[in-house]
């Protein structure tokens, strides 16, 4: 008997992508707070991983067309990137970040963003174009903090190179807000600062509405100020 497999359920998707210190669980808990929405945590970037398999395939699929079970490349020319890029949408949403609920959007958040994770500013950006692909529609919260004073954290005092390290990290993420958006001709990615929003969530809220989140401002506002209550984001 031939067992029919139910449809994946269609999803909304958005990242929120930053650095270490620069109070992206307090925006992960204020997302948690919009309706519909389940943003999970950092997952020690493993999507890299996929997106090294997918290029291979597709490389593959690309070059070669073999049939014959004595040729080096037997067995490309049944490969279906599409079909493997649709595969891994659904390990993903199904086993790393488990929709639950009336969920509506569907994300998570990163911090490993900073060179020690990519070489240059294409590869990195190169990887969050495959974040796009692997989810279609994929909104992108760019948040970034003052380099001296997330080295100050209690998260870099080991890294005689922080500063350095962050000011680049901000440097490329604040570049890949823009070409994320001329990529994918439309606005699919907001670049907010902790400076501003630490201080008036407004500038989250905003941010929020640009991406095209479901609103409410006051659960924002609250997440936020319970967060707050605890000192820095960055303590």
């Known amino acids: 008997m031939r067992i029919r497999r139910e449809a994946p359920k ?32 950092e997952n020690y970037a493993a999507l890299r ?19 014959k079970p004595t040729h ?19 390990h993903v949403v199904d086993h790393l970040l488990k929709p639950e609920g009336d969920v509506i959007w569907l994300g998570f958040k990163e911090v490993r963003y900073e060179p020690g994770h990519f070489a240059t500013y ?3 950006l190169q990887h969050l174009i495959f974040l796009g692909r692997l989810f279609p529609g994929l909104r992108y919260l760019v948040n970034v903090r003052e380099p001296a004073d997330a080295a100050r954290s209690g998260w870099w005092p080991d890294n005689l190179d922080a500063l350095n390290v962050l000011t680049t990290t901000r440097a490329w993420l604040l570049a890949a ?24 969530p407004q ?8 991406l095209g ?9 609250a997440a936020l100020a319970e967060r707050l209550e605890h000192g820095s984001h960055a303590s």
């Open 72 to 90: 080096p490349w037997f067995g490309s020319a049944g490969l279906t990137p599409s079909a493997v890029l649709a595969d891994l949408r659904r």
């Open 203 to 210: 500038y989250l809220i905003d941010a929020y509405s640009e």
């Open 49 to 67: 991983g996929l997106g090294s398999y997918l290029q291979s395939v597709a490389e593959v699929a690309d070059r070669h067309h073999a049939r």
């Open 122 to 124: 294409d590869e990195l």
């Open 10 to 41: 269609e999803y909304s998707y958005v990242t929120v992508v930053t650095y270490g210190r620069t109070g992206s669980t307090a925006i992960q808990a204020s997302l948690n707070s919009l309706p519909g929405v389940l943003v999970r945590g």
């Open 213 to 221: 989140l479901p609103r409410d401002d006051e659960a924002v506002r």
């Open 177 to 200: 807000v823009a070409d994320l958006n001329e990529f994918f001709k439309g606005q699919r990615a907001v670049g907010v600062a902790y400076e501003h929003w630490s201080v008036d």
